[in-house]
């Protein structure tokens, strides 16, 4: 399979824990992105990866969160001292450099249950 | 601040019937316009990307259109079956960045 991949699909955390995300692209695609999802609404971007540089980081993105790709291959995405309000779909993606002509190709999600 | 807006925010509809799904957006400085589909919990599916330059894009029974002087876009949906019950999300993407800025989405139940 060469699509988008994420691990876990599915975590649930009590408050205050902290909790890391990976997501493994398209092989060879540069660009990765990622996004949160909350019920009922489009995505919202997070950050993105050029390689191993980040170039862009939403307002979103709290002191709480960092994301990392230290090789250009997969990136992680932690949060620490999780809040409820986190709950979330989070979201990668990926992208050649093809060009604005191609399309992002999303992962299935991680689903985050803050309790 | 680019603002992308759907409407209606959810459909339902009997098998057969062909469907307009409308998204517009405030700023039309953008590289291009893309359509999604999002089946519940899962991720989201590319159906139709636009650039700037071009008026519609079609596939299968699938068409979009759209108008960026007028900050408007179209998917319409031929012929619709129960399989095309998902949620649709259009989404741009504006210059100076490579983030994609995404509306609420269109809710999509067609019923046998």
């Known amino acids: 399979d060469t699509g988008v991949s994420q691990d876990p699909r599915h975590k649930i955390t009590k408050r205050g824990q902290n909790v890391t995300f990976r997501c493994d692209p398209i092989s060879e695609h540069n660009r990765l992105y990622w996004y949160r999802q909350t019920l009922g609404q489009g995505p919202e971007f997070l950050t993105y990866?050029?390689?191993?540089?980040?170039?862009?980081k939403s307002r979103l993105l709290s002191d709480r969160f960092s994301a990392e790709r230290p090789k250009g291959s997969f990136s992680t995405l932690e949060i620490q001292r999780t809040e409820q309000g986190d709950s979330a779909m989070y979201l990668c993606?990926?992208?050649?450099?093809?060009?604005?002509?191609?399309?992002?190709?999303f992962g299935p999600g991680t689903r985050l249950l803050v309790l | 601040k680019q603002e992308v807006t759907q409407i209606p925010a959810a459909l339902s509809v009997p098998e057969g019937e062909n469907l307009v799904l409308n998204c517009s957006f405030t700023d039309s400085a953008i590289y291009n316009l893309q359509w999604f589909r999002q089946d519940p919990g899962k991720g989201l599916t590319s159906l139709l990307l636009?650039?700037?330059?071009?008026r519609e894009q079609t596939s299968g029974r699938l068409n979009a259109s759209l108008d960026k002087s007028s900050g408007r876009s179209t998917l319409y949906i031929a012929a619709s079956q129960p399989g095309d019950s998902a949620t649709y999300l259009c989404?741009?993407?504006?210059?100076?960045?490579?983030?994609?800025?995404f509306g609420t989405g269109t809710r999509l139940q067609v019923f046998p």
């Open positions: 989404a741009v993407s504006p210059y100076n960045t490579d983030k994609l800025i």
């Open positions: 993606a990926s992208r050649g450099l093809a060009g604005t002509w191609e399309t992002q190709y």
């Open positions: 636009i650039q700037s330059s071009q």
């Open positions: 990866f050029q390689n191993e540089a980040q170039l862009e």
